[in-house]
Every structure is written in structure tokens, then in C-alpha cells.
């Protein structure tokens, strides 16, 4: 199983970036798949997540502004993030995982991250 994250950078609050999460390994399609992102000397969270049939999930702290989203026939995940502020600033994985009543439940495949920082 292979991820890899791209789309990262430095932005200032108020813009947009665009993270993308190749995936191979795996039959892409039939996974749940999910962002999680690890902030400065904080514990790895999940921001989003979305089921093999389109079902979503978000962290309150971004809904209305991030949109996850998959092709499966690119094999990719991706994580749109609108009005990023400060408090956005982390390293974002990618995650593959199950989809159950609760919503998300991660597995332990991780991508190297991609690093978002956004300036205040």
C-alpha cells in the first residue's frame, strides 16, 4: 500500500489549497478513505472522511469549507479547503479505512503528509 500526498504549501488566511492522495496498493475503489490532519504539538485528528459509496464526514471545525472528494478511476483522493485560517496549519495524511454506524474508522496505512501553513 502506497500514499502520497501532494497540494501543500505556505497561503495566507482567507485563500484556498487544493491536496491531492495517490493511492496504489489497494483497490481504491471499494475503501473508505480520509484526511486526517496533525496540527504543531497536537495529536493527529480526522478532518474528513468519505465511504466506497460517497458517504461524508466532517470535523465541525471545517465544515462549510473543506470538501472532500474521490476518482476513482484516477486512484485519488483529494481535499478541498476554502477560507483556510491559522488554526488550519498541520500536516495533513492521507488514511485508508472502513466505513461503519459511527462513520470513519481509520486503518493503519498513512501517506508522509503534506504541510499546510497558513499565515495569519
Known amino acids: 500500500v502506497q500514499l502520497v500526498e501532494s497540494g501543500g504549501g505556505l497561503v495566507q488566511a482567507g485563500a484556498s489549497l487544493r491536496l491531492s492522495c495517490a493511492a496504489s496498493g489497494i483497490i481504491f475503489s471499494s475503501k473508505a478513505m480520509a484526511w486526517y490532519r496533525q496540527g504543531p504539538g497536537k495529536q493527529r485528528d480526522l478532518v474528513a472522511g468519505?465511504?466506497?459509496?460517497?458517504?461524508?464526514r466532517y470535523a465541525d471545525s471545517v465544515k462549510g469549507r473543506f470538501t472532500i472528494s474521490r476518482d476513482n478511476a484516477k486512484n485519488t483522493l483529494y481535499l478541498q479547503m476554502n477560507s483556510l485560517k491559522a488554526e488550519d496549519t498541520g500536516v495533513y495524511y492521507c488514511?485508508?479505512?472502513?466505513?461503519?454506524?459511527?462513520?470513519?474508522?481509520?486503518?493503519?496505512?498513512w501517506g508522509k503528509g503534506t504541510l499546510v501553513t497558513v499565515s495569519s
Open positions: 488514511n485508508i479505512g472502513d466505513w461503519g454506524p459511527s462513520g470513519y474508522y481509520g486503518m493503519p496505512y
Open positions: 468519505i465511504s466506497s459509496g460517497g458517504n461524508l
